[in-house]
């Protein structure tokens, strides 16, 4: 399980660094209208540049199960994250294929989360569980944040599934995050970047910094 995840890699250049800052996972955007898409072609390129002990997930909306098994097995992928609308049964299509759920929360309350938990057969349950800020109409790096206090109370919801938290992360406010919702990772994208897609070193460095001195080491 990785502890420290930068999300929307469009580059070569930003993966190795966040690689050499001392992130332990690097996710690419296959959503077509995320401004941080990435071709197959350069996902191949970016994922060939890293380090072996680097994580590389990929993130899908609402794709067909047959076209993220071949992209995951023609990448090498780690796990695949899904932030669309995907159900139960979505899962269990990807066979054994590592899976990381992400929830766009509309409300503090993880009932939601639970709920779809209950519908998933034991053999097909995520490998982990992400959340996210809802915001109508996207599906993440959107730059607002979670209740994270109350996220911390409802941890039992999760049947004991590691925790992955996004969500308007930054370098200033990753450490009270880590302290409040207990997450057992944490993810960022639009949080450490210059523009869309492009991330910042400086923020880059500075987030990781603070997520380990808060413990994700």
């Not at 993130?59 to 076209?67: M, R, T």
């Not at 939601?112 to 053999?123: D, I, K, P, R, W």
């Not at 569980?129 to 944040?145: C, E, K, M, N, S």
């Amino acid at each position: 399980m990785f502890r420290i995840k930068i999300c929307g890699i469009t580059t070569v250049e930003d993966a190795l660094f966040a690689a050499a800052a001392g992130a332990d996972a690097i996710g690419l955007n296959f959503c077509d209208k995320s401004p941080r898409y990435v071709s197959a072609e350069r996902a191949k390129e970016i994922c060939n540049s890293l380090p072996a002990g680097v994580v590389r997930v990929g993130v899908f909306v609402n794709s067909l199960p047959k076209g993220i098994i071949a992209t995951a097995n023609r990448l090498g992928l780690s796990a695949v994250q899904l932030h669309g609308d995907e159900g139960p049964d979505f899962l269990a299509a990807l066979g054994k294929l590592p899976v990381i759920k992400a929830f766009r929360c509309k409300e503090s309350t993880l009932d939601s989360v639970t709920a779809f938990l209950s519908l998933c057969e034991e053999s097909c349950l995520p490998s982990s569980i992400l959340l996210d800020a809802h915001a109508p109409g996207q599906y993440g790096g959107t730059g607002q944040v979670l209740d994270w206090s109350t996220l911390g109370k409802e941890r039992n919801k999760l049947l004991g599934l590691p925790l992955i938290l996004a969500g308007g992360l930054t370098a200033q406010n990753v450490a009270l995050a880590i302290q409040l919702a207990r997450p057992d990772a944490v993810d960022t994208a639009s949080g450490v970047e210059s523009s869309p897609g492009r991330k910042d070193p400086g923020q880059v460095q500075a987030f990781i910094t603070a997520a380990k001195l808060a413990g994700l080491e």
